[in-house]
């Protein structure tokens, strides 16, 4: 039974148990067990039980949410320091969208510190394995959720995605992972680090799930100011064919450098596979690409520098020194943040600087509007611009923490999306060295079913199976 | 390209303490990352808008009807050190 | 030294607390001195995760004041975040306005408003001395019922020229923004809060001088004698020869001292920037028509309204338009006489006013309908002038009716040639001397005359018929 459970997508466990040959009970209980015996890191903490009711169209299929959600009454911890054992009075509108659809809290997922890494090393509560190999990391920063999904410990999990966070993990743990339209997701609830790139989405075993997961997650919030009706409902795919279908490849940018050649293989592979499904594949410019990591790395951290304020010691969370005033507020968040925290905190709050706010934060801001400009061009004439996700496989646990710039180039593809606010998906294109690869799929503002379509159709074509890291011990 | 002074100012503005054994690395982290980003200073973008928030928004306004506020204990739970039913805290200096 | 004439440049800062029901960017109800803490939410204590979501009505009532003050209305507006640390900030930012106010510009009375825009109250910070939780420093309490209050600011251009002059032009805001709702402008509540920037330069200069701030004045009457001590400080500082700081002030008033707020003055930096979490704010047409339709009449409207349709003397209408406490008194003594001339009331409510220094007229025992009924007494010659005034005296003190206390201490005037000609009669006989002068057509000692009269009448002759009884008695014409 056990095995069986395993093996089924989250769309087949609802389907299983609205025919009542699985109950919610059972399901509930075989990733409560598995997640309880996690060896990945990928939970900070797990439930007891299910709540007592839970109804509807998801079935009673449990969710693994990423700590940065906040959980009324459950530790809510942001993988920082800062937050160790806070518990907070209220529930993330994203999670109770999923409860209130009948998927219930499973446990909460390893994170980077406040979102920001790319390998989930940047936790205080320790580095998340990647079930492919456990001496590589997962990616970041829903590393938790990326993992727990790859590795069968959840059906399905929430993560949120700044620059790629949900993404890049995706892709390193092959599992597929959706990066929704900016606003469609409400925000409220979701410890904020750059207030107008953060996203909530899914990372799900395949296409489908990602798609019923989304239905589910969508929707205006009176709660958050920036969030939008979604235009239309969310269907599941079913397309077979990209008959018709353009694919923009931007040449330069895919051909850089950074590129691992297995990772150039297993896109190629998968234009060639787009192209016997129908489509046609162009190439495709993004000019500013280069600069949108420059940007993205100046208004992330700006931002962030001021979310992170309200972390002070006065009604939450750490408090050290309290022999005067500013004694408090600066050893409580000398010793609450992390490294990587610090030095966001620090690049931000220079950008905004009186004297510097033009040359950096006001610059930034400019390169978005290009960016927006130039991936709206491409979308004039493509349906789709494709790209690999990271440019490599997983990497070694302690390969790049020592240089962080090098860890903000794995977000090369990921980031013009982010800065343009246009939704974009991961999904495992094969494998190289044993590694999962990732293909990413960006379409325009609301194009969320297409990219399912497309997505679903591929996937199919490519046949990933996943089930290897499972259990996979190396 | 960010030199101690300069951090410094910054970390007081951040209110991020800095310990002597910190200082030079930080910086040095800092310039890196910023001599990256700063090739944006290059561009020319004297015609481009700035882009500070990403989608139209037409209604993002609230009514102004009242929502239930949070009991006190639950509001003070977690705070770090409580008296009278208020957040204590060391009292800022020259009040 | 030469002898420089030195003119105060004053700017004032006023922020006001709007009269929502809820706050600016929650839905937690307005705290007003409830048990502290119990009006918080996620948003306004600054929780990990939680967002801000303007206040429509807010918005609404900062149109409503731009429109009072004549100000241009921005068409898409937007807030940004001030970072600085304090506890009374939950989030370390206040979402506050830069660039894009609601309102820019405009005029009342005869000072241009340089701008006016929204933002958050801070918390209150109670002080709790020496703790035993931290030990040995000093303790605060913070309470967050008031953080995230929605507050207009209003800043004028600094063309104010003396602390009187800012008085009287702060009592017509406050007027305005009381008669428009949408404040209590309650200074010792701190629902109106005022600082003033004050330099002082050469008449006749264009240029600046270093200016100072002054901090959160809360009475009209430590505004001035804070802005004028403020001014004598810099005065005395220009004519030593020494220079100006630029700091910020606090005045105390009991002790008329002005100390600087600030131990170790530090650089300001608070890193404006959008805030990400509220999409700019587009005004519509709609919401514009709402705003005008919502306008009641102001205090200049009302003003033109007492000097033409009530014949108002300029100086009457503009005392009672500027302050809206006083104008409702007198509409409510107008209101319980009708034949009351208004000219007649108003000198009477000026009258009152004049006896009660800072008290309003509506908070003394003098109701307005005492007030009318004494002025009728007066007009239907019932009692005099001096009469009346003894009794209003004896009204501000103890309350009571006028015509009660007219027939209870017998002071109906003696009027009529059967009542008073005998007493005239009396007096001239007993001064032979004035008399002959009087006859002679020197009318000065008709004073000692009328006098001795109203000793006698214990002041309830009218002066004007003792005259007439004079000159007839002594068949003057
Ligand atoms: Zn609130």
Known sequence: MSDEIQSLSAVAAVAAIADGGLSREEIFAHYRSRAGADELNAFTWVAEQAPAQIEGPLGGVPVAVKDLFCTEGIPSQAGSKILAGYRPPYTATAVANLEAAGAPLLGKTNQDEFAMGSSNENSAYGPVLNPWDKTRVPGGSSGGSAAAVAGGLAPWALGTDTGGSIRQPASLCGVVGLKPTYGAVSRYGMIAFASSLDSAGPLTRDVSDAALFYRHLVGKDSADATSVAFPESIEIPTAERLDGITLAVPTALVDGDGVEPGVRASFEASLETARQLGATVTSCEIPSAAHALSAYYVIAPAEASSNLSRFDGVRYGLRRDESNLDAMYTETRHDGFGDEVKRRILIGTYALSSGYYDAYYGRAQRVRTVVAKELAEVFAGADFIVTPTSPTVAFGLGARTADPLSMYLSDLFTIPMSLAGTPAISIPSGLSEGLPVGLQICGPAFSENRILSAAYALEQAIGFNGSAAWGAKR | ?95 | MTEVDLEPVIGLEIHVQLRTATKMFCGCALGFGEPPNTRTCPVCLGLPGALPVANAEAIHYGLMIGMALESTLASVSTFHRKNYFYPDLPKGYQISQFDLPLCSGGRLGEVNIHRVHLEEDAAKLNHAGASGRIEGADSSIVDFNRGGTPLAEIVTEPELRSAEQAGEWLRLLRTTLRTLGVSDVNMEEGSLRCDANISLRPVGSEQLGTKTELKNMNSFRFIERGIRAEVERQRALIEAGESVTQETLHFDPKSESITSLRSKEEAHDYRYFPEPDLPPIVITEAMLERAKAALPELPQAREQRYIEHLSLSPESARLFAWRAELAEYFDSVCASAESLKPQIAANWVTELQGRLGDQEAEDSKVSPAALSQLASLVEASTITQGSAKQILDELVANGGEPSEIVAAQGLEAVGGADELAPIVAAALEANPELTARLREGDMKPIGVIIGEVMKETRGRADGKEVTALVREQLGLS
Not at chain 2, 26 to 33: G, N
Not at chain 2, 42 to 60: K, N
């Open chain 2, 1 to 95: 390209m960010i030199d101690r002074d300069e951090l410094l100012h910054v970390a007081r503005l951040a209110r991020l303490a800095l310990h002597e054994d910190e200082l030079d690395s930080t910086a040095a982290e800092l310039s890196t990352i910023l001599e990256h980003v700063a090739a944006i200073k290059e561009l020319d973008l004297d015609d481009v808008e700035p882009t500070a928030h990403i989608g139209d928004v037409s209604d993002s306004l609230r009514d102004d009807s009242v929502a239930t506020s949070l009991p006190v204990e639950v509001a003070l739970a977690p705070a770090p050190a409580v008296r009278d039913d208020g957040f204590l805290v060391p009292s800022p200096q020259g009040e």
